[in-house]
């Protein structure tokens, strides 16, 4: 009788363990997933497909106007992607930085954008050397012109922030902007 009773409770007990590591299992998978799909953005540009790797996609959003010096900007928050090739032929494209007008409405913020001229932008294509100017700089807010190889990728990095200047501006002041890759064709 304490056989029969034993070999129950052993398979019960086999049971529950067996149902606490499958539901362990689909738990860490489903929550992983979650996280995942909400950390990398993928934006299909027609050949090209674009990937974000911050939760912030592809926005940029400054909403505190505190200027610090090139070192600190350059240790600030990177705006990551990746522009990805997979057709078989190369595809000419630029990289944009536009001011996100949706934001900017919602908010009705425009007498509180920064202004570009005081604003620094780093920008670092792959593992190369970081290139830093005034938002202003860059003709028609194009950070790069480039041709994409055929089935190839390639890695960007960007980081933007307030320069310390002799300007007054409203500490309020702030800046929206939408990362864009527009592809031109070859």
Known sequence: MYQKYYRKHM???GLIITFLFLFAII???????????????????????VVFHGKEGNKINLTKFNPVTDSVG??????????KNGTTNEVKYKI?????????????????????????LSFRKDHQSPKSLILSEYADNVLLEDVLEA???EDYSIRIWAVNSDFV?????????VIKVVEEGV
């Open 96 to 120: 944009v930085l536009e001011n996100n007008e949706k934001v900017i409405n919602a908010d009705n913020c425009y007498d509180k954008q920064i202004p570009h001229e005081l604003l620094k």
């Open 169 to 177: 501006i409203d500490r309020d002041s702030h800046f929206h902007a």
């Open 151 to 153: 089935n190839s990728e």
């Open 27 to 49: 738990s860490t998978y489903l929550i992983y997933n979650k996280f995942i799909s909400l950390r990398e953005k993928d934006i299909d540009t027609g050949k090209m497909e």
């Open 11 to 13: 398979i019960k007990s």
């Open 74 to 83: 350059l240790s600030s928050t990177s705006y990551d992607f990746t522009v």
